[in-house]
């Protein structure tokens, strides 16, 4: 077997890209989308099923039959995949013969075109990749042609990641490796937005924008936050990790701030933990959006930069009206802190939810005019 690292390109494409190309050469050539842990990879295919209009729905989901949706959207978790799991030979009395039954994982009797995910692939076993080569070249699954339309791609993680890697040498060159980029805070801030991530989450990531930096982008030895390979730490702040807080800090007051801060840590790691603990004690602490909207010319500015970074944030979530936004931006025009009120600027025009509030404000128009970002206004 090959180490994949030998595959690598130096070319690097974003996630929003990704989501783009997989259906456009998914038919005809196999991608496989190679990047470090906890990026948004496993995630690829419910995103490409938003994009088509259809939903992701589990194997076994009572939904799946008779739904309106254009594709059958297949995960497989390779690693754990057995060649059982694929299909069998099953003896055929009348014919005499063995004739091959597929997996109702493919749920191919609806006929319906597949996108298919093969998740994990360059960690499967080496009969495995075997068999899943054939897919991946072919469009076949054991024996079975996948229905017209038909579209597959793969993942997998960098082989500098450490953590087991490597793929068939003969099989290389008949895909499309490409290695996708980690998420940098201004792309995750927009997503977990649009998500309702919490906002503590979310003002401490727009305040610490480095616990989305990436090993390979080098200068990050002394990054405490982020996946580093062979340091044998388990807990790292991710993309997913990041998301993965919003429970814990949904139910800090449930289960007390040690139970939190241990959380926390458990899933984020030590530094982390702690940086955001002190963000989340800062949040009786802060103006409500209302009565800064009351009282914008006399509400009093924080002086710890973390308790202004939340009131942003509970604002970008509670502004609706126009008339709302522009009495908020009174308080904003005294914000000391350039770096705050950009948060707030950028965040307001990346936000699906708000894009088109800030777009028709006189007041975001002529910031955007005066700080010479008028791309903003284009979103």
């Known amino acids: 077997m090959a180490n994949a690292k030998a595959l690598q390109f130096d070319t690097t494409v974003s996630i929003h890209e990704v989501r783009q190309a997989i259906p456009i050469y998914g038919g005809e050539?196999?991608?496989?989308?190679?990047?470090?842990?906890?990026?948004?990879?496993?995630?690829?295919?419910?995103?490409?099923?938003?994009?088509?209009?259809?939903?992701?729905?589990?194997?076994?989901?009572?939904?799946?039959?008779?739904?309106?949706?254009?594709?059958?959207?297949?995960?497989?978790?390779?690693?754990?995949?057995?060649?059982?799991?694929?299909?069998?030979?099953?003896?055929?009395?009348?014919?005499?013969?063995?004739?091959?039954?597929?997996?109702?994982?493919?749920?191919?009797?609806?006929?319906?075109?597949?996108?298919?995910?093969?998740?994990?692939?360059?960690?499967?076993?080496?009969m495995m990749q075997v068999l899943f080569t054939r897919l991946m070249l072919e469009r076949?699954?054991?024996?079975?042609?996948?229905?017209?339309?038909?579209?597959?791609?793969?993942?997998?993680?960098?082989?500098?990641?450490?953590?087991?890697?490597?793929?068939?040498?003969?099989?290389?060159?008949?895909?499309?490796?490409?290695?996708?980029?980690?998420?940098?805070?201004?792309?995750?801030?927009?997503?977990?937005?649009?998500?309702?991530?919490?906002k503590a989450i979310r003002a401490w990531v727009a305040m610490t924008p480095r616990c989305l930096a990436s090993y390979v982008d080098g200068g990050q030895e002394d990054n405490p936050y982020i996946f580093k390979p062979n340091n044998g730490v388990l807990s790292f702040v991710s993309p997913r990790s990041l998301a993965k807080c919003d429970v814990v800090v949904r139910n800090q007051e449930k289960v007390g701030s040690n139970m939190t801060r241990a959380a926390l840590a458990g899933t984020v790691g030590i530094s982390a933990a702690n940086d955001m603990a002190a963000f989340l004690s800062l949040e009786k602490e802060v103006t409500s959006t209302k009565d800064v909207i009351a009282n914008p010319d006399t509400t009093p500015i924080p002086e710890k930069a973390a308790a202004l970074c939340m009131m942003v944030f509970n604002a970008l979530d509670d502004l609706v009206t126009q008339d709302d936004l522009s009495a908020y931006m009174v308080f904003v025009n005294r914000i000391p802190s350039s770096e705050i009120q950009n948060i707030f600027f950028t965040t307001l025009m990346g936000s699906k939810r708000t894009f088109k509030l800030g777009k028709n404000n006189e007041d975001i128009k002529n910031w955007c005019k005066k700080s010479d970002n008028l791309a903003l206004l284009n979103g």
């Open 29 to 126: 050539i196999t991608p496989i989308i190679v990047s470090e842990p906890g990026v948004g990879k496993s995630s690829l295919l419910a995103m490409i099923a938003e994009d088509m209009g259809d939903i992701w729905r589990k194997v076994g989901d009572e939904t799946r039959e008779g739904n309106d949706d254009k594709y059958d959207y297949i995960y497989v978790d390779c690693p754990l995949r057995d060649v059982m799991d694929m299909g069998a030979y099953i003896p055929d009395r009348e014919l005499k013969e063995l004739v091959y039954y597929v997996s109702g994982m493919l749920n191919i009797k609806n006929g319906k075109p597949k996108i298919i995910m093969l998740d994990e692939f360059m960690k499967a076993p080496k």
């Open 140 to 198: 076949v699954w054991g024996d079975t042609p996948l229905p017209k339309g038909s579209k597959v791609f793969a993942t997998s993680n960098n082989a500098s990641d450490g953590v087991g890697d490597a793929m068939l040498a003969h099989a290389g060159n008949r895909v499309m490796i490409l290695h996708m980029q980690k998420p940098d805070a201004r792309t995750w801030l927009k997503w977990a937005g649009e998500k309702g991530i919490a």
